[in-house]
C-alpha cells in the first residue's frame, strides 16, 4: 500500500486559519491547492522540476496579486508552518494500524521533500507505521502523476506493479498510478469526487476505514485487525 499524504492522510483544512485571514475568501484554499497541483503539473511537463513547497508560495503569491493583495513573508512563513503540522483525518491512525495489523506493506509518496513530510507525518503520529517514505524530490523529480514518480517506488521495492495499490484522495494521483499498472483506490474526502472518464479506481471509500475494509476482505491472511 502507497499512500499520498497530503489531504489523503492529512487534513488540508488546517491551513485554512490563513487563508481566511489573507483572503476573506471560504474558496480561496482549494483554489490554491487547486492551483499548486495545476501548476506543479505543468512544470513538469515542461520538464522543469521545482520543488512543491517553492510552487505552492509562488501560487499563494499569485492568487493575491490577482486580487490586489500583498503577502508578506510572515504570511508565508505562517503557511509553511500550518502545512508542515497538518493533523490526520480522525479515522487515519487506527486505520493505518489496522492495516499493517493485518500483513500489509505500508509506504508514502509525496511530492514534498522528504524533510518535509518526515516532519508531517511525525507531528501527525504515524510516521513509524510506514516501513519506507519516498519523495518525488529525492528521485525523478518529477511531480506525479507523471508515470516515472511511480514507477520508481516499483522499481526501488523490486516489485510487480499490479501488485502495488496506491491510496489517494485525488483522481489525477488515481489516473497516474493505474497508467503505471497500479492498483488504486479513492476516498472520497470533502471536496473530492470520482471522474466518470479515464482509468477507475479499483477501489472507492469514504474515508481510509472504508478503503481498509476492502482490502483486508480480498488480501489479508487471518489475524487480528487491533494491532
Given amino acids: 500500500m502507497v ?3 497530503n489531504e489523503t492522510l492529512l487534513n488540508l483544512d488546517a491551513l485554512r486559519p490563513t487563508f481566511d485571514r489573507i483572503f476573506d475568501d471560504p474558496a480561496a484554499l482549494r483554489l490554491w491547492f487547486a492551483n499548486l497541483i495545476t501548476y506543479s503539473e505543468a512544470l513538469t511537463l515542461s520538464g522543469v522540476y521545482v520543488p512543491f513547497t517553492d510552487i505552492g508560495g509562488a501560487v499563494l503569491r499569485m492568487l493575491a496579486a490577482t486580487r490586489g493583495i500583498t503577502v508578506s513573508d510572515v504570511d508565508g512563513a505562517e503557511l509553511t508552518d500550518r502545512f508542515a503540522a497538518m493533523p490526520p483525518h480522525p479515522e487515519v491512525p487506527a486505520a493505518l494500524r489496522r492495516l499493517r495489523g493485518r500483513g500489509f506493506r505500508l509506504f508514502t509518496l509525496t511530492d514534498n521533500t522528504l524533510e518535509i513530510s518526515g516532519r508531517q507525518l511525525e507531528r501527525a503520529g504515524v510516521i513509524d507505521l510506514f516501513e519506507r517514505r519516498f519523495s518525488v524530490d529525492e528521485t525523478v523529480r518529477r511531480h506525479k502523476p507523471a508515470p516515472e514518480a511511480y514507477q520508481s517506488v516499483a522499481a526501488a521495492l ?7 495499490c496506491l491510496i489517494a484522495c485525488h483522481v489525477w494521483d488515481t489516473i497516474g498510478a493505474l497508467a503505471a499498472g497500479w492498483q488504486a483506490a479513492l476516498i472520497l474526502r470533502e471536496g473530492n469526487a470520482p471522474l466518470d472518464v ?4 479499483n477501489y472507492i471509500g469514504q474515508n481510509l476505514d472504508a478503503i481498509a475494509d476492502q482490502l483486508i476482505e480480498r ?3 487471518p489475524g487480528p485487525d487491533w494491532l
Wanted: charged share 25%; net charge negative; proline share 18%.
Fill in 198 to 201: 479515464g482509468p477507475q479506481p
Fill in 3 to 5: 499512500f499520498d499524504v
Fill in 219 to 221: 488480501y489479508a491472511a
Fill in 158 to 164: 523490486d516489485t510487480e506493479p499490479g501488485d502495488i
